[in-house]
Every structure is written in C-alpha cells, then in structure tokens.
C-alpha cells in the first residue's frame, strides 16, 4: 500500500511531456512575434538613417552645383548611376569632402550597399537627377528603394 501511494506522489511531481512541448510551442510563438517586431523596428532605423544621409547629400550636391555650376563630380555625367549602384560612387563622395561640402564620407547606406546617383544635370543630360538608396534588397528600381531629387529639370535651373 504504501509503495503505491509513493508512486502516485512521484508522478504529480512531473510534467508531462504533453505539457513541456505545449510550454515549448507557446514560448516559440512568443519569441516569433518578438523577433518579427524587432526586426521592423530594425529597418525602420536603417531607412530613417537612409532618409537623412541621402538628405545630407542632396544639400551638399546642391551648394556644389551653385558653387561650380553643375553637380558632382565635374564632367561626368552619370557617377554611380549603374544598377546596382556601385564603388563608381566614391567620386561622388571624394569631390564633395574634398571640396570641403561634407565633413566625412558617405559611400554606403545602411544595408552596406553604395548609394546610387543618376546624374541629369541640365550640362551634360537634361532631366531629372536623383539620389537613392537600393534599399534591403541591394536592386534597383525594386519597391523597397528610396530616391530623392537633386534638381529638378533644367528650367527649374535657368530660373
């Protein structure tokens, strides 16, 4: 008699395996949701520094262009403009710093990817000239990227 009620003492001591893999399942949801959030938290940030280094550049490109009357670097007409956007970008960068219009470089966004130029500046190739970031996925030209107009047109510029 008493073997048995020692037994029966000893199994409401455990859990059931039932138990621990609905305890493990919960706490695999939970860490999902948690992981998801702050991952969308994490491109939020990446985007917002992308946002303001793509500003930062654009107001650097723009007293350039009123200083030496088209956008950098002079004579070229498309740095940085390939797609993907690559290392051709550091012209960008290194005429801007040299220039003294940026205190430090800005080559790559966020993601590591170079930042992206498409040079339309009314002496070489009229129309509209951007800067942009690839965004996450590193193409361009995908839903993911962000662009922001440098100039315009050119009649925006003979104004």
Do not use: H
Not at 9 to 17: D, H, S
Not at 46 to 59: E, G, P, T, V
Not at 101 to 106: F, G, H, L, N
């Amino acid at each position: 008699m008493k073997y048995k009620q020692k037994l029966s003492a000893e199994k409401i001591k455990g859990f059931t395996l039932i138990e621990l893999l609905l305890v493990i399942a919960i706490t695999s949801i939970l860490l999902t949701v948690v992981l998801v959030s702050v991952n969308a938290a994490r491109d939020r940030a990446r985007y917002s520094r992308a946002q303001s280094d793509i500003n930062q550049l654009r107001k650097a490109m723009l007293i350039y262009k009123i200083d030496r009357g088209e956008l950098p670097p002079l004579g070229d007409n498309c740095s940085g403009c390939s797609s993907p956007p690559n290392s051709s970008w550091t012209a960008v960068t290194n005429a801007l710093v040299a220039g003294g219009y940026m205190t430090s470089r800005i080559d790559t966004d966020p993601w590591g990817n170079y930042y992206g130029y498409d040079d339309n500046d009314c002496n070489s190739n009229p129309g509209l000239s951007y800067v942009y970031t690839a965004g996450a996925d590193g193409l361009s030209n995908t839903a993911d990227d962000y662009r922001v107009t440098i100039t315009p047109s050119c009649a925006a510029d003979s104004q």
